[in-house]
């Protein structure tokens, strides 16, 4: 599967982006889709998964009640709705494959999302 993430950008706190994820190269539909953010100096951290059904989703607890995750497999696209933004969710985007393992195998190229206090 070949991941492609698009959408960030800056923004200052309290406002939103979204960002999308279109996957090409293999069923898109057979794999559970995942969000992670990256910063200089940090491990990466997860954001939002979703599964193979749409209304299976999990968030780490810094982003619930702000982030939605979304999929459209007719488009074969995965999307993050960020809303009230933080300057601490400043990071590299970066969106993921998961296969029926639990591992993720595929990898996006990553879109910085900056927000400014």
């Known amino acids: 599967v070949q991941l492609q993430a698009s959408g960030g950008g800056s923004v200052q706190a309290g406002g939103s982006l979204r960002l999308s994820c279109e996957a090409s190269?293999?069923?898109?539909?057979?794999?559970?889709m995942g969000w992670f953010r990256q910063t200089p100096g940090k491990e990466r951290e997860f954001v939002a998964v979703?599964?193979?059904?749409?209304?299976?989703?999990i968030y780490a607890d810094s982003v619930k009640g702000r982030f939605t995750i979304s999929r459209d497999n007719a488009k074969n696209t995965v999307s993050l709705q960020m809303n009230n933004l933080k300057p601490e969710d400043t990071a590299v985007y970066l969106c993921?494959?998961?296969?029926?393992?639990?591992?993720?195998?595929?990898w996006g190229q990553g879109t910085l999302v900056t927000v400014s206090s």
């Open positions: 190269g293999r069923t898109f539909s057979n794999y559970a």
């Open positions: 979703i599964g193979l059904n749409v209304t299976n989703t």
């Open positions: 993921a494959a998961e296969n029926d393992e639990g591992a993720y195998v595929y």
